[in-house]
């Protein structure tokens, strides 16, 4: 089992920035990627950004040159800087650690909220 806690939501006024983390936990070996997903109220969870152990990167084109996901592999974090928040991208945000080749390994963290205000 792995265990993902995030952290770093919060309230910010459109255009501000915020930066989420994501602490690993647990049978980490099992894992070769994390990413970040986000689900609006009344919408479908979405990928955001995911990294892989190759620090490979993969971005929703609603988010590209605003977000950056980031890891570190010594503190088995995994972060998501966020810049020019719009009202849009509020949402729940969602930590997932997973492997790439097998389909068992797949965890979510608990959700941390992230509102921006116009």
């Known amino acids: 089992q792995v265990q993902l806690v995030e952290s770093g939501g919060g309230l910010v006024q459109a255009g501000g920035s915020l930066r989420l983390s994501c602490a690993a936990s647990?049978?980490?070996?099992?894992?070769?990627?994390m990413g970040w997903y986000r689900q609006a109220p009344g919408k479908q969870r979405e990928l955001v950004a995911t990294?892989?152990?190759?620090?490979?990167?993969r971005y929703a084109d609603s988010v590209k040159g605003r977000f950056t996901i980031s890891r570190d592999n010594a503190k088995n974090t995994v972060y998501l800087q966020m810049n020019s928040l719009k009202p849009e991208d509020t949402a729940v945000y969602y930590c997932?650690?997973?492997?790439?080749?097998?389909?068992?390994?797949?965890?979510w963290g608990q959700g941390t909220q992230v509102t921006v205000s116009s």
């Open positions: 997932r650690g997973y492997s790439q080749s097998d389909y068992r390994n797949n965890y």
């Open positions: 647990g049978s980490i070996f099992s894992i070769d990627a």
């Open positions: 990294i892989s152990s190759g620090i490979s990167t």
